[in-house]
């Protein structure tokens, strides 16, 4: 296991531990969104994550939801969503998790995803072989519309929301099942092990998706992310198992 590796997974665990005592408490709010929350516990988890990243790589640079710190114009660069899934945590749904991956000289090469409720562990490093708490991942070997389980994500602004219903609409016909989870590092965790074989969203940030980016392709899936046409300066993801087409439905 690389430095860099055993860092992300100590960071990760410590916030999710911070998180899984906080679970179902009740939780001071910095900002309430129409369509998202921003809570201190996200703040206080980024800290804390940059503490003990910054503690091993002082002079790394630290991107996060909640803010950057560290070392501006350093070859390595940390990608956090301290709570990927904040809504969730804050109505008591135990569906969300940490993500961090790791950046050097633009590519990546480091992937952590940490769900403290289910205490699963996504890691990945470049190169190597993905694992969920330690074993062998790949995603599945679902290849037809019909057979697939895709999960649409639904984002935060109205001409996003529209253009999801409209996309979620033609899926929901063709495909298995539709499911709508709430967290975008977790759906595409579970496409990289199996449990789903697809992932559409039409607004979405680069700390949502980064670790997951790394985890997912090392495990045999396809990932394609382009500027969101609804939102400037946010991505488009469209991801899969690598093997069922939902090309036609973009």
């Not at 946010?234 to 991801?239: E, I, P, R, W």
Request: hydrophobic share 40%.
């Amino acid at each position: 296991m690389s430095s860099l590796l055993s860092a992300a997974l100590e960071a990760a665990h410590a916030a999710g531990k911070l998180q899984k005592e906080h679970f179902g408490s009740d939780l001071a709010v910095n900002e309430m969104l129409k369509h998202d929350i921003k809570l201190d516990l996200d703040v206080r988890s980024q800290e804390l994550i940059t503490e003990i990243l910054l503690k091993h790589f002082p002079d790394h640079h630290i991107l996060g939801e909640e803010g950057d710190a560290g070392t501006v114009g350093s070859d390595t660069q940390w990608i956090v969503d301290p709570i990927d899934g904040t809504v969730n945590y804050f109505y008591g749904i135990p569906h969300f998790c940490v993500s961090i991956a790791a950046r050097h000289q633009g590519e990546l090469v480091v992937g952590v995803i940490y769900d403290p409720i289910q205490d699963e562990t996504w890691a990945v490093e470049k190169g190597g072989i993905p694992t969920l708490n330690g074993k062998p991942i790949r995603t599945s070997s679902r290849a037809h519309v019909s057979d697939a389980v895709v999960t649409v994500g639904f984002s935060k602004s109205r001409k996003a929301l529209e253009a999801s219903f409209d996309r979620f609409k033609r899926i929901a016909v063709d495909v298995r099942k539709t499911r709508m989870l709430g967290s975008a590092a977790l759906a595409l965790a579970y496409i990289a092990c199996g449990r789903l074989d697809a992932y559409i969203e039409e607004q979405i940030s680069d700390w949502d998706i980064a670790a997951g980016k790394l985890l997912l392709e090392a495990a045999g899936g396809d990932f394609n992310v382009t500027p969101s046409e609804v939102h400037p300066g946010k991505l488009f993801v469209y991801a899969t198992n690598g093997k069922v087409d939902l090309s036609s439905y973009l």
